[in-house]
């Protein structure tokens, strides 16, 4: 088990460097990848839900706590698990225009902001309108999930993506050398 404050201080720095966390809820159990940015107070800022193209929240906006893992940006490997209580950033308030700038900054290939959009002000808009901000931190005091030497792999989530078709028959062989 590692220690409260030592988690902490590895879920704070590692939030800072990635951009993927993996956000799990008790309702179905699977971690799912979401992109965030660190708030520099010990918590990130997810944006999501709308119809505007933004990341599905899986229903992450409708509980009070969750699981988060942050991973090491180097070796892409799972740093360390901790229990988060989830809050929603309330529209027109203070905290929410503050969580908008750092959110914005990084948000990319928004709808908004590509040829013939609407710009920053569209966005922001928008994201008032019809999408919700969550802001997550750590639990106080909490342990972070003991991973023991099991790897947290999991089997993948139902999707209905599939593969336009066969997969072609030459794949990874290189060229053709033509004498």
């Known amino acids: 088990m590692v220690d409260a404050v030592l988690a902490r201080a590895l879920f704070e720095e590692a939030a800072r460097k990635s951009s ?3 956000a799990r809820t008790s309702a179905d159990g ?23 193209g933004e990341q599905p929240l899986f229903g992450l906006d409708a ?30 308030t203070a905290a929410w225009d503050e969580a908008v700038a750092l959110l914005k900054g ?18 922001e808009a928008r994201w008032g309108r019809e999408c919700v901000v969550l802001r997550m931190a750590p639990v ?7 991973g023991g ?17 066969r997969v072609p028959r030459r794949v990874g062989r290189g060229r053709k050398r033509f004498r």
């Open 63 to 92: 509980v009070s706590e969750a699981w988060l893992t942050v991973r090491s940006k180097d070796a892409r490997a799972r740093l360390v698990t901790l229990p988060v209580a989830v809050e929603r950033v309330p529209s027109g």
């Open 106 to 123: 990084k948000r990319l290939n928004a709808v908004d902001l590509v040829d013939g959009g609407d710009g920053v002000d569209g966005l």
């Open 149 to 165: 030497d099991a790897s947290g792999a999991a089997p993948p989530v139902p999707s209905p993506a599939t593969t336009r078709g």
């Open 140 to 146: 106080e005091g909490a342990a972070a999930l003991d």
């Open 20 to 22: 993927l966390v993996w």
């Open 30 to 52: 699977a971690a799912r990848a979401l992109w965030h940015v660190a708030d520099g107070a010990g918590g990130v800022l997810v944006v999501g839900g709308g119809a505007g």
